[in-house]
């Protein structure tokens, strides 16, 4: 069965903590997406890798970077947490190429920053 | 750029309801569609998809077919169960080259389904 995994369901940080979220799939995808859930709002697009050590920009990306070292595991920094990051973490993946494949969620992590 | 609209939620029927919920999109060129449910808790999984015009994607009961004439991909089911109480998510996605274009999401559609 193909998994995309995060590797926290909830976390609960202070203002101004380095937070890391993890993302890893079993799928060998080429793309991989983390994207913001909040009420009202849908998901926001914070970044995306269509390769190892590629990463591009979504429509959200201010107050976040990302690292892809290896295929795999796509993680998302929060540099600095401030409390508007409060929020529903999703990570995704599709497959890459001509055609247009589904993507795979992961269960999401509940972020809260006090 | 690409866009996808959805009807606002939430949407609150009886059991054995018949459902409708309403999306449009907009695109430069031939997406594929998609509807993705979210279970309470969970993170989004695929319902259903239709990859070219005329196509219908169904699942679960659930139905939408893909209309490039009025760019709609409407979900319907006939029967609505307590169980479809979920959020559902209408999206869209081109390949570009050799790689996926960035998938686009509407905001989502909660549904409660009413014993």
């Known amino acids: 069965d193909v998994k995309v995994t995060q590797s926290s369901r909830y976390l609960v940080k202070r203002t101004g903590e380095k937070v890391f979220l993890e993302c890893v799939q079993d799928?060998?995808?080429?793309?991989m997406f983390w994207y913001r859930q909040d009420p009202g709002l849908g998901l926001r697009l914070i970044y995306f890798s269509y390769d190892v050590k590629m990463k591009e920009k979504g429509d959200i990306p201010e107050g976040y970077s990302v690292s892809r070292e290896k295929k795999e595991r796509f993680s998302l920094i929060l540099e600095s947490a401030s409390t508007n990051q409060t929020s529903m973490y999703l990570c995704?993946?599709?497959?890459?190429?001509?055609?247009?494949?589904?993507?795979?969620f992961g269960q999401g992590t509940r972020l809260t920053v006090v | 750029g690409d866009s996808v609209t959805q009807m606002e939620g939430p949407v609150t029927l009886s059991e054995e309801a018949f459902l409708t919920i309403n999306c449009t999109y907009t695109a430069t060129g031939y997406p594929s569609l998609f509807w993705y449910v979210q279970y309470p808790g969970e993170g989004l999984q695929l319902l259903l998809k239709?990859?070219?015009?005329?196509d219908k994607g169904s699942n679960k009961g659930f139905e939408a077919t893909y209309r490039k004439e009025t760019t709609s991909f409407h979900l319907e089911k006939g029967s609505v169960q307590v169980s479809d109480s979920a959020v559902y998510f209408c999206?869209?996605?081109?390949?570009?080259?050799?790689?996926?274009?960035?998938?686009?999401f509407g905001k989502g559609t909660r549904l409660h389904i009413l014993p």
């Open positions: 239709a990859t070219k015009a005329d």
């Open positions: 799928m060998d995808h080429e793309n």
């Open positions: 995704a993946s599709t497959t890459g190429g001509w055609e247009n494949t589904e993507a795979f």
């Open positions: 999206a869209l996605s081109e390949a570009v080259g050799n790689r996926d274009d960035k998938i686009i």
